[in-house]
């Protein structure tokens, strides 16, 4: 496999994440950015958040998402409330 071809490859781990953000999005309730967050981090475990926003970024450019969905995901990033998930509300705070 080129290294380009395994560039554009997720990892076994990344292509869960991906796919659990996913289903979530899919809900007729979907989560805030802390919900997705704690959701995510109950099913795979605390770790998971290093993946959560590559994930969400991918899934901007998924055929599986409609563009309300994905216009969703893109506010969450956009405006800043995945990466205060991701830090949690203590650590943003002190970076700030």
């Known amino acids: 496999m080129n290294p380009s071809a395994q560039a ?50 991918q899934l901007l450019d998924s055929k599986n998402l409609s563009e309300f969905q994905k216009l969703y995901l893109r506010h969450m990033i956009e405006d800043g409330s995945l990466d205060r998930a991701i830090a949690g509300e203590n650590d943003y705070r002190d970076r700030r």
């Open 8 to 57: 554009k490859q997720l990892s076994l781990f990344e292509a869960g994440v991906v796919s659990l953000i996913e289903k979530l999005l899919m809900n007729p309730q979907q989560p805030s950015a802390a919900e997705l967050i704690e959701i995510c981090t109950q099913k795979s475990g605390a770790w998971v958040k290093e993946e959560i926003k590559g994930a969400a970024l």
